[in-house]
Nanobody, 115 residues
Framework: QVYLVESGGGLVQSGGSLRLSCVVS????????MGWYRQAPGKQRELVAG???????NYVDSVKGRFTISRDNAKNTVNLQMNSLKPDDTAVYYC?????????WGQGTQVTVSS
C-alpha cells in the first residue's frame, strides 16, 4: 500500500510556529529523498525543503533559518518545523519524494498565517 498523509496545518499569527508531519509508506520512504512543497493561490508549487536518505538538507532561500526539515526513519515520517511564520508562507503544504512524482501528490495541509 502506498500513502503519504500530511497533517499539522492550521491558522497562526505572524511570528508563530507550526509543525507539519507526513507519514509515508515504507516502500516510498526507505528508498527516496523526501521533500515538503507548497502552493500558494495563483502561484506554482515549489519545493520548500528537501532531505536526503542520509539526512542532508536543502531549503528555498525564503525559508532558510526559519524552517527545519527532519526525517524519522523508525516511524517513516518526515517533519517540517516552521518558525517565525510570515503571511507569505500561507499555502497548501504537501510532502512528496524529491524530486516529486505525480502519483504521490496527496491532499496537502493548509497553512494560513495572519498578519
Amino acid at each position: 500500500q502506498v500513502y503519504l498523509v500530511e497533517s499539522g496545518g492550521g491558522l497562526v499569527q505572524s511570528g508563530g510556529s507550526l509543525r507539519l508531519s507526513c507519514v509515508v509508506s515504507g516502500s516510498i520512504f526507505r528508498f527516496n529523498a523526501m521533500g515538503w512543497y507548497r502552493q500558494a493561490p495563483g502561484k506554482q508549487r515549489e519545493l520548500v525543503a528537501g532531505i536526503s536518505r542520509g539526512g542532508s538538507r536543502n531549503y528555498v532561500d525564503s525559508v532558510k533559518g526559519r524552517f527545519t526539515i527532519s526525517r524519522d526513519n523508525a516511524k517513516n515520517t518526515v517533519n517540517l518545523q516552521m518558525n517565525s511564520l510570515k503571511p507569505d508562507d500561507t499555502a497548501v503544504y504537501y510532502c512528496n519524494t524529491d524530486p516529486a512524482r505525480d502519483q504521490y501528490w496527496g491532499q496537502g495541509t493548509q497553512v494560513t498565517v495572519s498578519s
